[in-house]
């Protein structure tokens, strides 16, 4: 009855986004869509689970073949999504999140099917500032410039989630996931109207 979403998680760099992801899957049933990326991992980060590490030349054949759905160039690294990755995901009954930039996230609605977009923003620019710093980016100015040009585009998305106290922003994000399944046109109607008269 119930029809598998696409949930996108968008927003500045530092605001929060694969921390409630990583929160949102222990309570969730979710798949993750993986992108492939040209950026070194992070500490902690691994290959597979968090990103597919791809040196340039890689990606670049990747992108000639034309394996990407999208792909974005931000902070001087590379970042895509592949048919391949999503096709794989709608083969399973999950709900699928991804996380996407703003561009990503903008062009989502037409490349994945009604895709459902939630920014993720901090309560303030310092917060954010704050929280790139404790992430030991080095490239702090140049995600803090995109995120002043992201305040712009939030009314372009469905919903904001303002990441202040991380469990409250779970319980929001959550909130979000149950009441869009109770929407009608994320039912299957005609699999409830047969199930109803058996
Ligand atoms: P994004 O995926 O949006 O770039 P991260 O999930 O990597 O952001 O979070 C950036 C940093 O902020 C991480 O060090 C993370 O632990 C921390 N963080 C995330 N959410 C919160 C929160 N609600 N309160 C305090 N720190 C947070
Ligand atoms: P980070 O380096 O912080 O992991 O990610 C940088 C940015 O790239 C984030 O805004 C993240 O949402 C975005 N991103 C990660 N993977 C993809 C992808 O496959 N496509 C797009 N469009 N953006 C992505």
Known sequence: MRKNLFFVLTGPSGAGKSTLIKGIKEKFDLAFSVSHTTRAPREGEIEG???YFVEESVFEKMLKRGEFIEWTEVYGNKYGTTKKEV???LRGEKDIVLDLDLR???RAKTVFKDAIVIFIGTKSFEDLKER???RGEKDIEKRISLAKEAIDLIANFDYLVINGELESSLREVESIFVSE???TRNINLSKYKEDFFK
């Open 49 to 51: 689970r968090d990103y």
């Open 87 to 89: 096709e794989r995901l």
């Open 132 to 134: 790139l710093r404790k």
């Open 181 to 183: 399944h109770l929407r």
């Open 104 to 106: 990503g996230a903008l």
